[in-house]
C-alpha cells in the first residue's frame, strides 16, 4: 500500500524542480513549464489529500479541475504574452526582459 | 408683481449680478452690445430702487421689506436684509450712479466685458452693506465691493504716472491700489474680530437682536469685562468706517485712489463708496455703542474738523484737478462725520436730529456733486489727456456748455443756496454749534476754503487767458455726456430748492431709528 | 389773487428769464435782452403793486403781509420759510425795482445792441471795435456788439431774482439763499470778461472776501437759530426770544449771546457791504463790464448788507437800555464811521472814474453802517434808499462817460485809458444829458443842501449823531463828507468842466436814449427821493410833505422810533461840509492842462502815494492772508503733512513689515520650515538613491527575493515567535 508520504513527497519533489525551473532557466517558455510543474504538484497534493482524507466529498476533485482550467488559461495568456514580447524584442530570454529596471 | 414685491430687496441686490453673469457670457468682440447690455441691465436695480422707494411707507418705524433665511445656522448668522429711510436713500444713490458711471465708461476700451463685470459686481457689493441687518453678511459685502474696486483701478486707472516710492519708481495706478487695498483691508482686520467678538458674547449677528441686547449684554470674554470688549469693539469698527470714510489722518489712500481710477470708477469710488464708512457709523456704532460713542464723540468731532480743515487745503493746494476734486471729498465727509460726532453726543435731542439729518443729506449731497466733478474732470481728461491745471486756461469759449456745466457743479460742490450741498451743510452745522461749538467755528475755516478750491478749479480751466495749444483740438462735451450730468445737475437742484423730497424721509427715519435703539 | 401770493410770484420772473435765456433763446441776443427786461419789468409791476397795496392796507407794520410753506423737516418741526412785506421791505423794493429796471434798459445799451460784431472780439474780453465803411467808402472804427451779449442779460436776471428773493424773504436763511445767489452772479458779472487775468482775480478776490463774511455770518445764523428755534422774522424778532437772546450769556467775555450773534451777523455785512476791513474787494469789482455790474456791486448787492443790519437791528439793538448803545452797536458805529473816513481818503486820490466812485460807495456803506451803530434806524434806511437812487446814477452816468470816451477812443486811435479822468475834461458840451444828470448824482452824493435826496439823508445821519451825542461819529461823518463833496466835485471838474485833455475826450458822443432814459428816471429820484423824510420841523419847507420815511418805515420796529427834535447845529455842519467841500473841489481842479499831474500829489506828497495806494491794503493781505494760506495749503499740509508725514508713516510701516516680512522669510521660513521640507525630501531620495539597486527588473530575481523573504518570516516566525 502506498502510504500518503509518498505522494507527499513525489509533490514536493515535483514542485521543487519547477521552482528551480522557474528561477534559474532564462527561456521564458522554460520558465512557464516549470510553473506548469508547480502547479501540477499542488494537484497531486490535493488529489493524495483528498483520497487519504476526505474521501466522501468531491471538493479535492474539483479543486484539481479548477486548477487545470487556470493552468491552461495561464499558458494561453503566457504564451501570447511572450509571442508579443518576441515581435517587439526578438527574445524571450527572461534576463533581457528588464525595461522595469531601476 | 406679488413676486417682486415680496423678494425686493434681494431681487435690488442680486438683480446686478445677473447681468454680470449676462455680460460675461457675451462675445468678447462684440463691445458695443456688452456696453449696452451692462448699462441697460443696471437700469434694472434702478428700476426696482424706484418701486421701492415709492412703495416704502416712510411712517412704519423699524425696517422694510425684511427678508430673512438661514445662512450659517450654527452661529446664527442669516441672510437677513431691510431698508429703512436711511438705507433706502443710499440704495436710490448708488443704483442711480452705477448706469451712469457705466455709461461714463463707454470710453474703456480695453477688455470692456471683464471692466463691466466687476462694474455689476461692485454695485452689489455695495448694495449689500446698504440692505444688509446681518453683521456677518454685511462684512461679507464690505469686502466683496474691495476686489472689483481693486482691479478696476489696478487694471483700467491712468495708464501715466509714477510713484516712487523707496527709490524705486512704481506706476501710480499700482501704487494707489495696493494703498487703497491694502489700508482697506487693515481696517476690515478689526472690524471683523470685532464683529466675532460680539458674535461670542451676544450669541448672534442678527444686527436688530443685537440692537435691542447690546445694552443689556453681561458676562466676560476670555476674562475681559464686557465694558471693554465693548470698547474694543467700538474702536475697531470707528477705525475701520473712519479709513473708509475717511477721516483724517486716514484720509491719505484716498487721494491716490481717486486721482489714478479710471473716471467711472472715481464716480462710484466718491460717490457711493465713501458712504459706506459714514453708513456704517450711523447703522452700527451709534446704536450699538451709544456710550462709548458719546464717551470719544470729542475726538471723532476733533479728527472730522481736522478732515473739513487739511482737505480743504490740501485742496486748495493741487495742481492736479482731480486730485483736487478727491481732495475736496475728504472735506466734504468731514462734515458728514462731524455731524455724526455731534449726534453721538447728545442722542436724541432736536440738535442731534438735525446733524444726523445733515449728515445723512450730506451724503447724498456729496455723492451727486463729487460723482459729477469726478465725472466732469473725465471729460476734460479725454480730450486733453492731462489734469495738470496749469496746462489748461481760458477753455470756456472752447467748450461753453461743459464751462457751465461744470460751474454749476462746482457751485453744488461748494455748497451754494438753492443747490443741494448748502442745506446739509447748514444742517450739520446748525446741529454741530450747540454741542461742539468750537469745532463748528473751526470748521468754518475749511468752510471758506471750499470756496477757495472750487474757484481756483474753475480760474485754472476755464478762466482767464486762452491757451492756444487747445484750440481746435478740444471738442464740446458731446449727448452722451450731458446726457449722465443731467440726472444729476437736476438732482442737485432739487435737494437744493425742495430738500423736503429726501429730507423727509431721511427725517422721519433718524427720529424713529434712534429713539427706538438707543 | 392774494397779496402774498404775488409776493410769492415776485421774483420768479428773473428766474424764468435765466433759465430761458440760458436754455433757449441764448443765440438770439434781441429775444435774450427782451426776455431779461420784461422779467425785469414784470417783477417791477409786482413791486410797484405790492407798494400800492402796502399804503393801502395801514399798518402794515404790525400787520406785515406774509405767508408761509414748510420747506423742510426739522426733527418734529418743519423750518418754515415765506415771503414777508412790512415797511422796510416796502421801501427796499421800491428802490430796488426801480434801480434793477434801469440796469437792465441801460445794458442794452451798454453792451452796445445793434452795433456790428467785433473785428477781433472774442468771447470771455470786452469788445474791441469794428470797422466799418460808410457809403463814401470811409471807414470808420466803430463800437462792437459783446460778443456774450445773451449771457449778460441772462446773469444780471439771476442777480435780480437773488435780490428779489433777499427781500422778500420771512426769514434769515432764504435771505442768505438770495445774499448767496447774489455772491454767485457778482462773481460771475466782475469775471465776465473772463480771459483777462485782472477781471479773473477781481472776481475770485470778491466771491472769497464775501465769503469770510458770510461764513462768519452763517454761524450767526446757527447760534441764534439754535437759540430762538427758528429764523423766521416774526419769531426771532418777538419780545421772548430777544429776551431769551440777551439772558443767555456766552462765555465769550461774559457777553449776551445777542451781542455775539449780532457780530456775527455784522460781519456778514461787513463782507458784503465791504467794510473795512473787508472792503478790498469793492474796487476790484469794477472789473466787471463797466457800469452794470459795478452799479450792481455798488447800488444793489452792497445795499443787502445794509439791509440786512436794518433788518436785524431788533437783535443788533437788544439790551438797549436807555438809549445806550450795545456792544455790537458800538462796534458798528466804529466800523462804518472808520470806513466811512477811511474809503473817503483813498477816493481823493483816485484817477479811474469808476474807482472814485467805488469808494465813494464804500465810504456811503460806512455811513449807514454808523448810522444803524448809533440807533438811528430810519436815518439809515433812508441813506439807503436814496443812495440807492444816486449811486445807481453816478454810476450808470460814469458807464455812459467811459462810452462816450471809447467812442472818441476808437475814432482817433489814440492808446490811453478810457477811464482815467485826466484824459477826461470838458464833455459838458459833448454829453449833455450825461452831464447833467451826473451833476444831480454828484450833488446828492456830496448832500448839496436842500434840493438834493442825499442831503435830507446825510443831514438825518448827522442829527441823529448830535441828537444821540456820539460826538466822535459826528465828527468823522462830517470829515467824511467833506473829502465825498470834495472828490465829487473832483470828478465832476475834471470829466465834464474845462477843456478836453485829449483828442478822444474831443470826439467823445452822448450815448443813446437806452442809457440816457435810465440816466434821466434815476436823476429824477435823485432829486425827490429825499423829500419824503424831510423832518416836519424843518424851517420852512418842513411840514409840506409828511415824513413818510420815518412814519412809514419807522412802523417796522416794535417800538416806535421817536423822531429827533430839529438842531441848527447839525443842519449848519451839512451845510458847511457840504458846500465847502464841493467849493474847494472846483477850485482845486478847475483848470488842470493836459498832461499836468494832480494838484494834491504836490500838496500831500508822500501821504498822497499811500492814498492812491489804497493804504497799501491789498499788499498788506497778499502779504499775511493769501500768500501764507497758498503756503500752507501747498506746501504744509499737502506735501509735509499728507505726503511726507502721513504718507511717511504708512510707508515706514509698509516698510517694517516689509522687513518683517523679510526676517520671517529669512530666519523662519527659508531655514526652518522650508528646511525640515528639504531635509525630508532630501532623505527620502537618498535612501531610494541607495535602495534603488535592488530593482533590477528581473523577474527571476525578483522571485527569489520574495523566495528569501518569505523563508526569512517563516523562520523567524517559527524560531522566534512561536517560543512558549
Same mark, same amino acid.
Given at each position: ?29 522554460? !520558465?512557464?513549464?516549470? #510553473?506548469?510543474?508547480?502547479?501540477? &504538484? =499542488?494537484?497531486?497534493? @490535493? ?5 487519504? %482524507? ?11 479541475? !479548477?486548477?487545470?482550467? #487556470?493552468?491552461?488559461?495561464?499558458? &494561453? =495568456?503566457?504564451?501570447? @504574452? ?5 515581435? %517587439? ?14 | ?518 | ?724
Amino acid at each position: 500500500m502506498i502510504s500518503l508520504s509518498y505522494f507527499l513527497v513525489f509533490a514536493a519533489a515535483l514542485f521543487c524542480i519547477g521552482l528551480y525551473g522557474v528561477l534559474a532557466r532564462k527561456n521564458a517558455i522554460a !520558465i512557464l513549464m516549470g #510553473i506548469e510543474l508547480m502547479l501540477n &504538484a =499542488v494537484v497531486i497534493n @490535493l488529489i493524495a489529500f483528498w483520497r487519504f %482524507r476526505n474521501f466522501e466529498n468531491i471538493t479535492g476533485q474539483a479543486f484539481a479541475v !479548477i486548477v487545470f482550467a #487556470i493552468a491552461a488559461a495561464e499558458v &494561453a =495568456v503566457g504564451l501570447a @504574452l511572450f509571442i508579443a514580447i518576441y515581435r %517587439r524584442r526578438h527574445t524571450i530570454a527572461a534576463d533581457e526582459i528588464d525595461l522595469l529596471k531601476w | 408683481m406679488e413676486f417682486i414685491m415680496n423678494y425686493l430687496l434681494t431681487l435690488i441686490l442680486f438683480s446686478p449680478v445677473l447681468i454680470a453673469i449676462v455680460v460675461i457670457l457675451l462675445p468678447q468682440e462684440e463691445v458695443k452690445l456688452v456696453r449696452w447690455v451692462a448699462f441697460l441691465g443696471s437700469l434694472i436695480p434702478l428700476a426696482l430702487s424706484l418701486i421701492l422707494w415709492f412703495s416704502f411707507n416712510p411712517d412704519q418705524p423699524g425696517f422694510q421689506f425684511q427678508e430673512q433665511y438661514a445662512w450659517y445656522e450654527p452661529i446664527n448668522s442669516s441672510y437677513h436684509v431691510g431698508v429703512d429711510g436711511i438705507s433706502l436713500t443710499m440704495v436710490m444713490l448708488t443704483t442711480l450712479l452705477t448706469p451712469l458711471a457705466i455709461l461714463a465708461s463707454y470710453t474703456i476700451k480695453d477688455r470692456v466685458k471683464l471692466y463691466m463685470f466687476f462694474f455689476l459686481m461692485l454695485e452689489m457689493g455695495m448694495l449689500g452693506v446698504f440692505l444688509s441687518l446681518d453683521l456677518l453678511v454685511f462684512f461679507v459685502f464690505w469686502e466683496l465691493g474691495l476686489v472689483p474696486m481693486y482691479f478696476l483701478i489696478n487694471q483700467w486707472g491712468s495708464e501715466t504716472g509714477e510713484r516712487e516710492i523707496w527709490g524705486r519708481k512704481i506706476k501710480a495706478r499700482t501704487y494707489a491700489s495696493f494703498k487703497f487695498m491694502i489700508y482697506t483691508m487693515a481696517g476690515s482686520l478689526g472690524l471683523l474680530l470685532a464683529i466675532q467678538l460680539i458674535g461670542v458674547v451676544a450669541g448672534t449677528f442678527d444686527m436688530l437682536i443685537l440692537f435691542e441686547q447690546m445694552g443689556s449684554l453681561k458676562g466676560t470674554l476670555m476674562g475681559l469685562p464686557v465694558g471693554t470688549v465693548k470698547t474694543i469693539a467700538f474702536w475697531a469698527f470707528v477705525i475701520a468706517f473712519a479709513i473708509k470714510v475717511p477721516v483724517w489722518p486716514f484720509h491719505t489712500w484716498l487721494p491716490d485712489a481717486h486721482t489714478e481710477a479710471p473716471t467711472a470708477g472715481s464716480m462710484i469710488l466718491a460717490g457711493v463708496l465713501l458712504k459706506l464708512g459714514a453708513y456704517g457709523f450711523l447703522r452700527l456704532v451709534l446704536p450699538l455703542y451709544p456710550t462709548e460713542a458719546k464717551y470719544y464723540a470729542g475726538v471723532l468731532a476733533l479728527l472730522a474738523t481736522l478732515a473739513i480743515i487739511f482737505g480743504a487745503l490740501a485742496s486748495y493746494g493741487q495742481n492736479d484737478f482731480k486730485r483736487l476734486v478727491a481732495y475736496s471729498s475728504v472735506n466734504h465727509m468731514g462734515f458728514v462725520i462731524l455731524g455724526i460726532a455731534a449726534a453721538a453726543f447728545a442722542i436724541n435731542t432736536e440738535s442731534a436730529t438735525l446733524a444726523l439729518n445733515g449728515a445723512v443729506l450730506q451724503m447724498f449731497n456729496h455723492g451727486l456733486s463729487a460723482a459729477g466733478m469726478f465725472f466732469l474732470v473725465g471729460v476734460i481728461y479725454e480730450r486733453t489727456h492731462t489734469r495738470d491745471l496749469n496746462e489748461y486756461g481760458g477753455l470756456f469759449p472752447l467748450i461753453p456748455v461743459y464751462g457751465g456745466i461744470l460751474i454749476f457743479t462746482s457751485m453744488a460742490s461748494l455748497g451754494l443756496p438753492g443747490l443741494g450741498g448748502f442745506i446739509s451743510e447748514f444742517l450739520v452745522v446748525r446741529g454741530t454749534w450747540p454741542i461742539f461749538t468750537f469745532f463748528t467755528i473751526l470748521s468754518m475755516i475749511g468752510l471758506f476754503f471750499t470756496g477757495a478750491y472750487i474757484l481756483k478749479g474753475i480760474k485754472q480751466v476755464l478762466h482767464g487767458p486762452l491757451n492756444e495749444r487747445w484750440k481746435g483740438h478740444l471738442s464740446e462735451i458731446n449727448v452722451r455726456e450731458v446726457f449722465i450730468i443731467t440726472p444729476l445737475m437736476i438732482l442737485m437742484l432739487l435737494v437744493g430748492v425742495w430738500p423736503a423730497v429726501l429730507l423727509d424721509v431721511i427725517n422721519r427715519a433718524v427720529m424713529m431709528f434712534y429713539s427706538l435703539y438707543s | 389773487m392774494e397779496t402774498s401770493t404775488l409776493v410769492w410770484l415776485l421774483p420768479v420772473p428773473p428766474l424764468l428769464a435765466f433759465f430761458l435765456i440760458i436754455f433757449l433763446t441764448n443765440r438770439s441776443k434781441r429775444l435774450s435782452h427782451t426776455l431779461g427786461i420784461l422779467g425785469a419789468l414784470l417783477s417791477f409791476i409786482g413791486s410797484m403793486v405790492i407798494m400800492v397795496l402796502a399804503f393801502q392796507s395801514g399798518h402794515l407794520g404790525e400787520h406785515p403781509f406774509t405767508s408761509v410753506i414748510n420747506w423742510f423737516p426739522t426733527g418734529d418741526t418743519w423750518f418754515q420759510i415765506g415771503v414777508w412785506v412790512d415797511p422796510l421791505t416796502v421801501a427796499t423794493l421800491f428802490f430796488v425795482a426801480w434801480t434793477v429796471l434801469m440796469i437792465f434798459i441801460y445794458s442794452v445799451g451798454y453792451q452796445n445792441f445793434g452795433q456790428p460784431k467785433g473785428d477781433h472780439d472774442a468771447p470771455g474780453l470786452p469788445p474791441h471795435g469794428a470797422t466799418v465803411e460808410d457809403e463814401h467808402g470811409h471807414k470808420h472804427r466803430v463800437p462792437s456788439i459783446e460778443p456774450l451779449y445773451s449771457r449778460f442779460f441772462a446773469f444780471i436776471s439771476l442777480f435780480a431774482f437773488g435780490m428779489y428773493v433777499l427781500v422778500v424773504s420771512n426769514n434769515l436763511l432764504t435771505l442768505f439763499v438770495g445774499w448767496e445767489i447774489m455772491g454767485l452772479c457778482s462773481y460771475l458779472l466782475i469775471g465776465f470778461w473772463y480771459a483777462k487775468p485782472s477781471a479773473r482775480a477781481a472776481a475770485i478776490k470778491a466771491f472769497l472776501t464775501t465769503r469770510v463774511g458770510d461764513v462768519v455770518m452763517l454761524l450767526g445764523l446757527v447760534y441764534l437759530y439754535s437759540l430762538a428755534g427758528s429764523l423766521s422774522y416774526n419769531v426771532i424778532f418777538s419780545e421772548e426770544t430777544l429776551h431769551l437772546l440777551t439772558s443767555t450769556s456766552t462765555p465769550i467775555l461774559g457777553v449776551s449771546a445777542a451781542v455775539i450773534i449780532g457780530i456775527f451777523l455784522f460781519v456778514g455785512t461787513i463782507g458784503k457791504s465791504a467794510q473795512w476791513p473787508l472792503h478790498v474787494w469793492l474796487p476790484d469789482a469794477m472789473e466787471g463790464p463797466t457800469p452794470v455790474s459795478a452799479m450792481i456791486h455798488a447800488a444793489t448787492m452792497v445795499s443787502a448788507g445794509v439791509y440786512l443790519v436794518i433788518r436785524v437791528f431788533p437783535i443788533i439793538s437788544a439790551g438797549m437800555v436807555h438809549g445806550e448803545p450795545t456792544l455790537t452797536m458800538n462796534i458798528m458805529a466804529f466800523i462804518g464811521a472808520f470806513t466811512g473816513l477811511f474809503a473817503a481818503t483813498i477816493a481823493v486820490a483816485q484817477n479811474d472814474v469808476k474807482r472814485v466812485l467805488a469808494y465813494s460807495t464804500i465810504s456811503q456803506l460806512g455811513y449807514m453802517i454808523a448810522a444803524i451803530g448809533i440807533g438811528a434806524y430810519v436815518a439809515a434806511a433812508f441813506h439807503l434808499f436814496t443812495h440807492a437812487f444816486f449811486k445807481a446814477l453816478l454810476f450808470l452816468g460814469s458807464g455812459s462817460v467811459i462810452h462816450g470816451v471809447e467812442h472818441g477812443v476808437l475814432h482817433t486811435g489814440e492808446d490811453i485809458d478810457p477811464q482815467d479822468m485826466f484824459n477826461m475834461g470838458g464833455l459838458r458840451k459833448k454829453m449833455p444829458i450825461t452831464f447833467w444828470t451826473f451833476l444831480i448824482g454828484g450833488l446828492a452824493l456830496s448832500g448839496f443842501p436842500f434840493l438834493t435826496a442825499g442831503f435830507w439823508s446825510k443831514d438825518e445821519i448827522l442829527a441823529d449823531a448830535f441828537a444821540h451825542s456820539s460826538w466822535i461819529v459826528l465828527i468823522v461823518l462830517a470829515l467824511a463828507a467833506l473829502l465825498t463833496a470834495f472828490y465829487t466835485m473832483r470828478q465832476i471838474t475834471l470829466t465834464f468842466l474845462g477843456k478836453p485833455r485829449t483828442e478822444s475826450a474831443e470826439h467823445a458822443v452822448e450815448s443813446k436814449w437806452t442809457m440816457t432814459l435810465p440816466l434821466i428816471f434815476l436823476a429824477g429820484f435823485a432829486i425827490v427821493a429825499g423829500w419824503p423824510g424831510i423832518p416836519l420841523d424843518f424851517p420852512v419847507i418842513g411840514g409840506f410833505i409828511p415824513n413818510f420815511i420815518h412814519e412809514f418805515v419807522g412802523e417796522t420796529l416794535a417800538e416806535h422810533p421817536e423822531a429827533i427834535t430839529f438842531n441848527w447845529f447839525p443842519l449848519l455842519i451839512s451845510l458847511g461840509v457840504s458846500l465847502g467841500g464841493l467849493f474847494l473841489g472846483w477850485f482845486v481842479y478847475r483848470d488842470i492842462p493836459a498832461g499836468a499831474p494832480d494838484p494834491l500829489k504836490k500838496a500831500l506828497g508822500p501821504v498822497y502815494k499811500i492814498l492812491q495806494n489804497k493804504y497799501y491794503f491789498d499788499e498788506l493781505y497778499d502779504f499775511i492772508f493769501v500768500r501764507p494760506a497758498y503756503w500752507i495749503s501747498r506746501t504744509f499740509t499737502y506735501l509735509w503733512l499728507d505726503r511726507k508725514i502721513i504718507d511717511g508713516i504708512l510707508h515706514f510701516i509698509a516698510r517694517v513689515t516689509f522687513s518683517i516680512g523679510g526676517i520671517l522669510r529669512n530666519y523662519i521660513d527659508k531655514p526652518i520650515v522650508n528646511g525640515f521640507g528639504d531635509f525630508v525630501g532630501e532623505s527620502v531620495k537618498r535612501i531610494g538613491r541607495s535602495a534603488r539597486y535592488i530593482q533590477t527588473g528581473r523577474v527571476q530575481q525578483y522571485m527569489v527575493m520574495a523566495l528569501i523573504i518569505a523563508f526569512g518570516t517563516l523562520f523567524y516566525y517559527l524560531f522566534f515567535l512561536s517560543q512558549p
